[in-house]
């Protein structure tokens, strides 16, 4: 762990691609290094703004292309896009997101090729399967971080390499913005600087070049308050809250675990549904008091015009022009789909974090929803007065 000034300087010192040349053909990682780069892509997707990048590192877990990553804004794009290792650009589809394990599974997308069926890649991966059951690595192990860094790497350039020991293998105490983070498993910490902008989905592996974990996004330690140096294990675990009705039609909390070798194998295969977290049927909803604009087209990005005086959004700080981007993870495409999540997973009382784009920052703001106001009834015209 280090400042942030230290994290950004030293890693742009140390975030040297290697490659193989005859300089290097003693090198004791260098061969490691070029294999684990042909199981690697860069990733590039939604951002582009200060504080909001749109470039990103993933894991082929497949020879159809598979590729885990971090649930980022990233993937908030129709024209999600990786390159490879040997230079080719190719565009990718999300097949799953979860963000209480800060994971996603995303697939390249040939044309002509349902994104269901073989594509006949045939690209070098990880056996995510075999990684998961191997014990973790302990502390002192020697590592290597692979990842995108500061977007030095494009179509067939390596990408940056770090060598590092394992400090801790513990529970993760995080936060990003003024929030909690949402995975709060178990996670590598190292001594190598290894969260960057860019780094998110990088691979941290063995000497041997086995898949130990994913190296997470940039946040910082809310006990200490210094950025982290991490990754989240392949064998991760979460406890995820999940409302249901009993009997009685009450609303009781229920716990269920999930693992990332589950996301994993259900995301490959298309079938990973996040469990419910609110109980609300389709309906109104919670009430916000944003209004946003002209909703003329089938993808109207949720940009928002003006807010209603004395609403909850006004109470939470919405301005107009903000970009509702994600609610609790879930990514917003448009107001379409911003108002059916809303009708479909909230009621009155509930607490929302909202992420939005404000100018050329992600703002994240703390939303608690209201009761609809009571619908004034349409006055009617006052009946003629009869003819004597």
Known sequence: MTTRYGNWLLAALLAVPFTATPARAADPFNEL?????????????AGGFSRLNNYGTGIIISPDGHILTVASQLLDTSELVVHLY???????????????????????????????????????????????????????????????T?????????????????????????????????YTGEVYVVDAITNNPGAAGGALINR??????????????????????????????????????????????????????????????????????????IGEGGYHGIVFVPNILDRTPAYVEDVVPGSPAAKAGFRPDD???????????SINVFNTWIKKNTRSGQVLRVEVRRGEALQTIELTLGAHPAKTATPQPAPMPKTP
């Open 33 to 45: 290094a070029e294999k684990t780069n042909q199981k690697m892509v860069k990733v590039f997707g």
């Open 86 to 148: 040997d230079g080719q650009r190719l565009k990718a589809q999300v097949l799953a997101v979860e963000p209480e394990l800060d994971a996603a599974i995303i697939k390249i997308r040939l044309d002509g090729k349902k994104i269901e069926e073989p594509n006949g890649l045939k690209l070098d991966y990880f056996d995510f399967a075999e990684a998961a059951k191997r014990p973790h690595a302990e502390t002192g192990d020697w590592v290597l971080a692979l990842s995108n």
């Open 323 to 333: 970009l509702v981007s994600f609610v609790d993870g879930e990514p917003i495409a």
């Open 208 to 281: 041997k070049g086995e898949l130990l974990g994913v190296i997470g996004r940039e946040i910082k330690n809310t006990l200490s308050d210094t950025w982290m140096n991490y990754a989240i294990p392949v064998t991760a675990k979460v406890d995820i809250k999940e409302l249901v009705k009993d009997k009685d039609g009450k609303d009781q909390e229920k716990i269920v675990t999930e693992t990332m070798l589950s996301f994993v194998t259900k995301g490959m295969k298309g079938e990973y549904k996040r469990v419910n977290r609110t109980t609300t049927a």
């Open 150 to 182: 500061f977007e030095i790497a494009l179509r067939d350039e390596p990408l940056s390499l770090q060598r590092g020991v394992v400090m801790a293998y513990t529970k993760l105490a995080a936060r990003r913005g003024v929030f909690e983070f949402p």
